[in-house]
């Protein structure tokens, strides 16, 4: 059974610094998902990574998958408050992409 | 744009009720899906379905039960509602095949008392 954990689960940063998130998973997959939730709201697609060694980056936040290690990470930088929100990440085996499982979330805070 | 949208943000029942739970989406999407959240849990998968009337369990269907008789709408029933099903469920869809984020709708956090 596909197992997905982040973390940490919550984390507060000050504005201005970096920080990652960690995403290990326990099958063989190479699609990974970054959603990220603002609280009361659905969940926002941010990134779609398809292949051993993706990057993707969109403003402060960059991520990355290595499959062989079964880990993806989310990097913060220069955090500011509107980054605050909770990131999942999410993983679908490689038989089946409908079977996508959830990590628990990672609820970041950023102060100022 | 992906839209995707439930018929209730919340809804309030109360213990062996039967409960309704409407999702709508406007792109065509071959697949859908229903999870529920709960804190510390992330997102579990109830049921999903990649064709009309055609469904497949997720991690957790006991207790529910779903249906699709059109492409754009999957519900989501409870037969009998319990406490333990007070939660936050949300509906998604996505293209079929390899690769296809899922686009998630509102939420609807239903109270069962």
């Known amino acids: 059974e596909l197992k997905v954990e982040q973390n940490p689960l919550f984390l507060s940063m000050q504005e201005g610094k970096n920080y990652t998130i960690y995403c290990n998973y326990s099958t063989t997959s190479d699609r990974l998902y970054w959603y990220r939730q603002d609280p009361g709201k659905s969940l926002e697609s941010l990134f779609v990574?398809?292949?051993?060694?993706a990057v993707k980056q969109e403003g402060r936040l960059m991520a990355s998958l290595d499959t062989k290690a079964r880990l993806s990470t989310l990097h913060i930088t220069a955090a500011v408050h509107d980054l605050s929100a909770t990131y999942f990440c999410?993983?679908?085996?490689?038989?089946?992409?409908?079977?996508?499982?959830f990590g628990a979330g990672t609820r970041l805070t950023v102060k100022p | 744009d992906v839209k995707v949208t439930q018929s209730s943000r919340y809804l309030v029942k109360r213990t062996g009720e039967k409960v309704f739970l409407e999702c709508v989406q406007d792109?065509?999407?071959?697949?859908m899906f229903w999870y529920r959240q709960d804190p510390g849990l992330g997102l579990r998968l109830i049921y999903f379905s990649y064709d009309v009337k055609m469904k497949e369990k997720g991690d957790i269907p006991e207790g529910y039960s779903v249906s699709r008789e059109k492409k754009e709408r999957f519900s989501l029933i409870l037969e009998s509602a319990s406490t333990n099903q007070t939660s936050m469920y949300l509906c998604?869809?996505?293209?079929?095949?390899?690769?296809?984020?899922?686009?998630f709708g509102p939420g609807t956090r239903l109270t069962v008392l």
């Open positions: 998604a869809s996505s293209l079929a095949g390899l690769g296809n984020e899922q686009f």
């Open positions: 999410a993983v679908a085996p490689w038989y089946n992409n409908n079977d996508m499982r």
């Open positions: 990574l398809l292949s051993n060694g």
């Open positions: 792109m065509d999407h071959e697949n």
